[in-house]
């Protein structure tokens, strides 16, 4: 084998590694991106229920306030 042909095998073989790690970045890359939307969105419905948590909880604040006010 000429020393020609050894650099062209190696050429062609960095060149398929760095094709291939560059598909696995790519692939790695949607999916944490599809993780974090849904670490988003579950954070936005986690808000949401401490918002209704804390709603209601000032409803039954409310209501056992006006219980314990004397009936005239």
Do not use: T
């Not at 590694?17 to 939307?37: C, D, M, P, T, V």
């Not at 849904?38 to 986690?46: D, Q, R």
């Not at 804390?54 to 314990?68: E, N, R, T, V």
């Amino acid at each position: 084998m000429l020393p020609c042909e050894h650099k062209a095998l190696l050429r062609n073989y960095h060149l398929k590694k760095e094709k291939n790690s560059l598909r696995k970045s790519h692939i790695f890359g949607e999916g944490f991106q599809n993780i974090w939307q849904k670490c988003l969105m579950e954070s936005v419905g986690i808000q949401r229920r401490r918002m209704q948590v804390q709603i209601l909880m000032s409803i039954i604040s409310d209501l056992k306030l006006k219980q314990k006010e004397p009936k005239r």
